[in-house]
């Protein structure tokens, strides 16, 4: 089992920048893809990055947000610029032993509580 702890999330001006961290139990965690997805109201739980090996991104959030991990730590991040009111959701970590589509919700097996970023516009 993992568990994975959110922080890191809160109000925030447009323009502005947050860094959310997930924090997660378990020995193994290097082996893992770690994801950040969000939802927003409404709205269905949509992909934002994830790394393994390499690093993924939405396109809507390219060349603002990135991931990265401190395996040492057991720690993965995402720094969030740029930031827009339509970011503006619960982002919610996630990790997966085996992973097919790293973009794919339902391949991540372990999930965080979710932390709340609000953009202002």
């Known amino acids: 089992q993992v568990q994975l702890v959110e922080s890191g999330g809160g109000l925030v001006q447009a323009g502005g920048s947050l860094r959310l961290s997930c924090a997660a139990s378990?020995?193994?965690?290097?082996?893992?893809?770690m994801g950040w997805f969000r939802q927003a109201p409404g709205k269905e739980r949509e992909f934002v990055a994830g790394i393994k090996r390499s690093e993924y991104y939405a396109d809507s959030v390219k060349g603002r947000f990135t991931i990265s991990r401190d395996n040492a730590k057991n720690t993965v991040y995402l720094q969030m610029n740029s930031l827009k009111p339509e970011d503006t959701a619960v982002y919610y970590c996630?990790?997966?032993?085996?992973?097919?589509?790293?973009?794919?919700?339902?391949?991540?097996?372990?999930w965080g509580q979710g932390t709340q970023v609000t953009v202002s516009s």
């Open positions: 378990g020995r193994t965690f290097s082996s893992y893809a």
């Open positions: 996630a990790a997966a032993r085996d992973i097919t589509l790293m973009t794919r919700w339902r391949d991540y097996e372990f």
